[in-house]
């Protein structure tokens, strides 16, 4: 059984970077089975992809969050991370770390369009001064 954990602060100063590190046991980030994913959920709204590490370490972000975006891994603690810069308040969210299938298109995952195989409880990370 695989399991994901999401941690880092809860909270974030506007214009500074989200930082967010996903440990995975039961099962090797390096696997070809899984595509290891962070998604989030803003309050009242609905999930939103943002990008993806695959077992080769190639990565594939969601072209809206591009920019801002950075997904890397450590293979040896079995965990992957996010980095989300210049955070505002739009920011907010309860992010996830998720384990799809490798098949997974980006199209599929930009739409979210997916099948999350396993996921975390979530971490809530407000963006606040």
């Known amino acids: 059984q695989v399991q994901l954990q999401e941690s880092g602060p809860g909270l974030v100063k506007p214009s500074q970077t989200l930082s967010l590190t996903c440990t995975v046991s039961?099962?090797?980030?390096?696997?070809?089975?899984?595509?290891w994913s962070w998604i989030r959920q803003p309050p009242g709204k609905g999930l939103e992809w943002m990008g993806v590490i695959a077992y080769d370490g190639s990565t594939y972000y969601s072209p809206s969050l591009k920019s801002r975006t950075s997904i890397s891994r450590d293979t040896s603690k079995n965990q992957f991370s996010l980095q989300l810069s210049s955070v505002t308040p739009e920011d907010t969210a309860t992010y996830y770390c998720?384990?799809?299938?490798?098949?997974?298109?980006?199209?599929?995952?930009?739409?979210?369009?997916?099948?999350?195989?396993?996921g975390g409880k979530g971490t809530l990370v407000t963006v606040s001064s």
């Open positions: 039961g099962g090797s980030i390096t696997t070809s089975y899984y595509a």
């Open positions: 998720a384990a799809l299938p490798s098949f997974t298109t980006p199209q599929a995952m930009c739409q979210m369009n997916v099948v999350i195989n396993y």
